[in-house]
């Protein structure tokens, strides 16, 4: 079991910046893919960024390329997002998700989800 504890979103005007954590506990976190997702009212979940167990592997989203960091802090158990040129389509709960294979990062099928937190960027 593993469990995930994201903080950092809050209101931000457009073209400000924001920093996501997401506290990992349980089992080995160095051990699990991580990504970040987004889900708006009334849209589906969507998949934000992820980084593989030693970050060899890193994917973004096109929506958040050049924009978005995704980085992970094995030691202090924690995984970020550093969000930069914040737009107000970012408007979003954003979760960050563990997973124990490397593969299909860039779906939703991950084994472990934190609660998520609010980012809300006015324009």
């Known amino acids: 079991q593993v469990q995930l504890v994201e903080s950092g979103g809050g209101l931000v005007q457009a073209g400000g910046s924001l920093r996501l954590s997401c506290v990992g506990s349980?089992?080995?976190?160095?051990?699990?893919?991580m990504g970040w997702f987004r889900q708006a009212p009334g849209k589906e979940r969507e998949f934000v960024a992820a980084?593989?167990?030693?970050?060899?592997?890193?994917y973004y989203a096109d929506s958040v390329k050049g924009r978005f960091t995704i980085s992970r802090d094995n030691a202090k158990n924690t995984l970020y997002l550093q969000m930069s040129r914040l737009k107000p389509e970012d408007t979003a709960v954003y979760y960050c998700?563990?997973?124990?294979?490397?593969?299909?990062?860039?779906?939703?099928?991950?084994?472990?989800w934190g609660q998520g937190t609010q980012v809300t960027v006015s324009s």
């Open positions: 998700a563990a997973r124990a294979s490397a593969t299909m990062l860039t779906t939703t099928n991950y084994d472990y």
């Open positions: 349980g089992r080995t976190f160095s051990d699990y893919a």
């Open positions: 980084t593989s167990w030693r970050r060899a592997i890193i």
